[in-house]
């Protein structure tokens, strides 16, 4: 994999290094900046040439630093963003490298299960209306002769595996049938071939079915060539979308279908869209209120709940039982089946965490919940990459962020400790996709692509901005441009 320096690329701007402006991924408006966010992006601007002087640094070599992260941190946390939730760095951070290290590094395996690319030299984008979408972006100016090249698999790498510490991630196709769909399975193969040429295991792949996408017989049979020619590590389903518009149940009709095939194939593991309604779907379908039903007639099968059934225009506070929205409905869910914490049904933080840690009392309800009603082995680390760009600065956020002891207190929330930690960002997804935690990150930190990594690094290369439209009129010109697709 080679590695470019910082000359050859093309120049960022000075920001932030945890973008605290509204960003989408194109399926949801971007949350309105309160007022306590906005102080805290003034503060942290402000801060950082204080806290660049006090270090040495430039501001732009602080901005690009762990310190840079920290002065940001410390900023949500003074202008009353964090009261409930709240992120654990010492104020010396924002000027001491090693203690901003301390607060915001790791060495846990990173194991994201939600990702995404596109394959830009196919003809897709003149069946599929995410093309327009797709040139809006600030992914689009990325300095690619070609501005879709800025969605190819290359770009992909580069922000999950070289601008990240990410170790292992799965790569997941959009809900559409595949000759519309910007990236086919054979198209994913050959990303899992390209990275494991410099890092074996690093990448895993799901297996899309849409039962409601043309004849069920069809869609069925073709799960067999997923399985067995592909080697698919789960199935993804978007129950919320169809191609008439009108989604389906996982224990309806078509559900049950999926679901007997998988037990039949072997492939048990099954990755189900939730929440985060997507435009012109009928929300219905976005509640988790078939989740339970489904783990509950399919013990043997895993279900892992992408978005973790979050609606952001409808919030996370305190589990309301008599509120069938949101997380909630998940919880909701999997109470009325008899299912415990410890359960075959995971949540998923894709796009999730990314939006909600610019607000750590959300944030703290949404992980308090699903820590206690799901369990601390049930939450898997996703960041919806790279429609949102590089996710290190979501994982550093992640690192440093804390449920408060008066929150846990108030509604018997568990800690959220650094071993719960290192579980939801990668230890449980490990046991989900049948990886050795303990052998792979020593195979992983000796191979072509580690040694890459440390060479970025070196070289200075800075990260691009987070992606996707930051303003309710960019999210709505992206859904009459595409159809209401997703």
């Known amino acids: 994999m080679a590695v470019r320096s910082r000359k050859s690329l093309t120049e960022q701007p000075e920001r932030l290094p945890l973008d605290l402006g509204p960003v989408s991924n194109g399926e949801f408006f971007p949350l309105q900046a309160t007022a306590q966010l906005v102080a805290a992006h003034q503060r942290a601007h402000r801060d950082a040439v204080e806290h660049a002087r006090r270090a040495g640094m430039s501001r732009r070599e602080l901005l690009s630093s762990a310190c840079g992260t920290a002065t940001v941190l410390l900023a949500l946390n003074a202008s009353g963003c964090a009261n409930g939730g709240r992120y654990a760095v010492p104020p010396e951070a924002a000027v001491d490298p090693a203690r901003a290290a301390a607060a915001v590094g790791g060495d846990e395996l990173i194991f994201d299960v939600q990702t995404h690319h596109v394959e830009p030299t196919r003809d897709w984008s003149t069946r599929n209306h995410a093309f327009d979408f797709l040139a809006r972006t600030e992914q689009a100016r990325c300095g690619a002769g070609r501005w879709l090249d800025c969605y190819s698999r290359d770009h992909f790498l580069r922000a999950v595996f070289l601008e990240s510490d990410t170790d292992v991630a799965v790569l997941s196709a959009l809900a559409e049938v595949p000759r519309n769909n910007p990236l086919t399975i054979e198209e994913a193969v050959r990303t899992r071939e390209q990275i494991d040429r410099a890092g074996p295991g690093r990448l895993h792949l799901h297996g899309i079915v849409v039962p409601n996408g043309g004849p069920l017989p069809e869609q069925i049979d073709g799960m067999q060539a997923l399985a067995e020619q592909h080697r698919v590590a789960a199935w993804k389903l978007y129950p919320v979308w169809g191609p008439a518009g009108r989604g389906y149940w996982l224990d309806g009709p078509l559900g049950t279908a999926v679901l007997e ?9 099954v990755a189900v869209h ?46 309301d039982v008599g509120r069938a929205l949101g997380l909630d409905s998940l919880i909701r869910s999997l109470q009325e089946n ?39 082995d049930r939450v898997l680390w996703g960041t919806d990459s790279i429609w949102f760009g590089s996710p290190q600065d979501q994982i550093e956020a992640f690192r440093a962020f804390e449920i408060t002891p008066e929150l846990r207190q108030r509604h018997g929330y568990p800690e959220l400790s650094r071993e719960v930690k290192r579980k939801i960002l990668g230890l449980n997804a490990a046991r989900v996709y049948g990886v050795n935690p303990k052998e792979i990150p020593r195979k992983l930190r000796a191979d072509d692509l580690a040694r890459a990594r440390a060479e970025w690094r070196d070289s200075g290369a800075e990260c691009l901005p987070a992606l996707g439209p930051r303003t309710r009129r960019e999210v709505l010109a992206l859904w009459q441009a595409r159809g209401g697709r997703p």
């Open 261 to 269: 095939q998988a037990r039949k194939l072997g492939v048990k593991t």
């Open 274 to 319: 939730k929440g985060i309604t997507l435009p012109g779907m009928d929300s219905l379908y976005s509640q988790c209120r078939d989740v339970g039903a489904a783990a509950r007639r399919y013990p043997d099968l895993t279900f892992l709940v992408y978005h973790a059934g979050v609606e952001f225009d409808v919030g996370e506070g305190p589990y």
């Open 338 to 376: 008899g299912l415990r914490p410890g359960s075959n049904v995971y949540a998923d933080l894709g796009a999730v965490w990314k939006i909600l840690m610019r607000d750590p009392d959300q944030a703290a309800h949404l992980l308090g919940k699903l820590l206690l009603h799901l369990g601390e």
